[in-house]
């Protein structure tokens, strides 16, 4: 193995004199879970491990002698460049390698007071590769004691979408992600706002430590302060030999995710508030108080504000727990989103019934993406799971919905066949100074609307009524925005 040299490493900061830089990189350089690569004081690349090429989706061989900035032409590992020039170690930082968000530490190599290159050393984010088909949670030594449901089991690799609010949301949830301020997650719910708060956990330098749920809105308000808090033997009748640790405990060093936060008994808010300001626990019971450090992500989907003002949540508490907000829109709001989110569900059945459904017809997409889901993700997976229990071929068709989708569909096209009918006049569009062109358009989309009617949104049976072809109904329907 070549290296720049023999030397010093910086090291927070610090310049540690070491025998055999090149004996010390032969021995982690085939580290399979974490990636590492040297440059030159030029950018190019002296060594990288296997685990890093294979994330690059590159050979070692097609990487090594390249200049980096070749081989990471947009994001992932560029940062390596800037820790040349200025000679700085940067640590921690998150990024994206190969459509997976890692974090990348970044050192300087000196020799002789002279920078000779640049070391990244980088961590896979709770996630590993299973044969290509999918990302499934790391299981981390440290993590060993903890029981299951203690663990987040998603990244934000797992939330799926393409909208323009979908990838704001995944950038901003690795910027804060790093960083220990509290987070509210507000949406409707069935928008993922769990998925969310897992995904912040993972990518967070808690990500070793628990992730514990709390389901504010499912525990009886007289069992609340001993589930947050905990207790000591005979604390009250019926109480556990030996007492129990409360979830905020149990989170010591991790997340803790209070799900449904506006249903938090207004009595118990106060100690909740002291909780966040002081990180002190005094379990029921009395006892010694003890600290533990957590950081809390709280999600609901009711409006705080409104709570606020007729004072049955605290403006105080509100304020503490609202550092960092993450609105997550309603699926109706990021239709772009609704057949990314339909492929991955279908792809997830397909592994638990062992199935091979390949998709779903253009008539369900169709009436997926004119349907405004009141129910959002959760409901788009209801429906997968139930086409999946009464489908016989391969694709998903009408026949698979349920009618409340199908019904509302046909209603859409109905109604906007009517108002089509009902908003158009020769007369009126002539005095208003249309133009034959505009007249003839407003017409075609008339006709089109009827034609879908009268075939219940069947594309193949309206192309054939129309006498058009159906890749030319489909380019009619993109222009009047019927699709």
Not at 23 to 28: A, G
């Amino acid at each position: 193995m070549q290296f720049p040299g023999e030397g010093d490493v910086m090291y927070r900061g610090e310049r540690t004199e070491i025998c055999s830089a090149e004996h010390l990189l032969d021995t982690i350089f085939h580290n399979k879970h974490k990636g590492l690569i040297v440059v030159s004081p030029r950018g190019t690349v002296k060594q990288v491990n296997e685990t890093l090429a294979e994330a690059l989706g590159r050979k070692q061989e097609h990487v090594i002698g390249h200049p980096l900035t070749e081989i990471c032409r947009h994001r992932g590992l560029r940062k390596i460049i800037q820790v040349l020039k200025s000679g700085k170690p940067e640590f921690s930082k998150i990024d994206n390698i190969g459509g997976k968000s890692v974090l990348i530490d970044y050192l300087p190599i000196y020799k002789k007071n002279r920078i000779t290159g640049a070391l990244a050393k980088v961590s896979f984010l709770n996630t590993h590769r299973d044969n290509g088909n999918r990302a499934e949670p790391e299981v981390n030594p440290t993590m060993q004691g903890v029981n299951y449901k203690q663990k987040a089991h998603f990244t934000v690799d797992h939330i799926v979408g393409s909208s323009s609010q979908i990838i704001d949301l995944k950038e901003t949830v690795i910027k804060v992600a790093p960083r220990n301020s509290n987070v509210l997650i507000t949406g409707e719910s069935g928008t993922g706002k769990e998925l969310f708060a897992q995904a912040i956990h993972a990518a967070s330098l808690r990500r070793s430590g628990p992730f514990v749920k709390v389901n504010c809105a499912a525990i009886p308000d007289t069992l609340l302060e001993s589930e947050f808090f905990g207790y000591e033997e005979g604390a009250f009748t019926g109480s556990r030999k030996g007492g129990q640790a409360g979830k905020l405990e149990l989170a010591n060093g991790g997340t803790v995710l209070l799900d449904e936060i506006g249903d938090l008994p207004f009595s118990l808010q106060a100690k909740f508030l002291r909780f966040i300001q002081e990180k002190e626990i005094q379990k029921l019971g009395g006892g010694d108080p003890s600290l533990s450090d957590v950081r809390i992500i709280a999600s609901t989907n009711v409006d705080l504000d409104h709570l606020v003002k007729y004072k049955k949540f605290r403006e105080d508490l509100y304020y503490r727990l609202n550092v960092v907000n993450l609105f997550i829109p309603p699926l109706r709001e990021r239709r772009e989103d609704i057949l990314d989110l339909a492929g991955f569900f279908i792809r997830k059945f397909n592994r638990l019934f062992g199935l091979n459904v390949k998709g779903v017809s253009p008539e369900v997409e169709a009436f997926f993406l004119r349907y405004s889901w009141p129910g959002n993700v959760r409901e788009l997976e209801n429906v997968i799971e139930r086409a999946f229990n009464i489908i016989e071929g391969d694709i998903v068709n009408i026949s698979h919905l349920p009618h409340n989708i199908v019904g509302n569909g046909y209603a859409q096209f109905n109604d906007e066949s009517d108002n089509a009918v009902d908003s158009f006049n020769l007369g009126n569009a002539l005095s208003k100074g249309q133009s034959l062109s505009q007249i003839m358009e407003h017409t075609e989309k008339m006709v089109i609307l009827q034609a879908l009617l009268a075939t219940k949104g069947n594309k193949a049976k309206a192309a054939k009524m129309l006498g058009i072809s159906r890749p030319g109904l489909y380019k009619k329907l993109m222009k009047y925005d019927l699709i």
